[in-house]
């Protein structure tokens, strides 16, 4: 469940980051609108750092981290070959 994990991640500079990755993100999609429904996943990859700031979970902003890092490589894998 959600609760205050790692708040240095959630919490001062960790914010700033975390609004960083999330507009990296939402640069992503429009090139992304070329294939049906990937931009709903980038949308839940935003909505899992949103949850992370609200609650102060930093596990919850690392999944985050995770997920995008995931959909940044499939997608340069979808894109470039």
Do not use: W
């Not at 990859?45 to 690392?62: C, K, Q, T, Y």
């Amino acid at each position: 469940m959600l609760k205050p994990r790692l708040v240095a991640l959630t919490q001062g500079v960790g914010t700033h980051i975390i609004a960083l990755a999330c507009l990296l993100l939402a640069l992503l999609m429009p090139p992304m609108e070329m294939v049906p429904f990937t931009t709903s996943i980038v949308a839940g990859v935003i909505s899992v750092f949103a949850l992370a700031l609200v609650s102060n979970d930093g596990l919850m902003a690392l999944l985050g981290y995770g997920l995008s890092l995931a959909l940044v490589g499939t997608l340069g894998s979808l894109f470039l070959f």
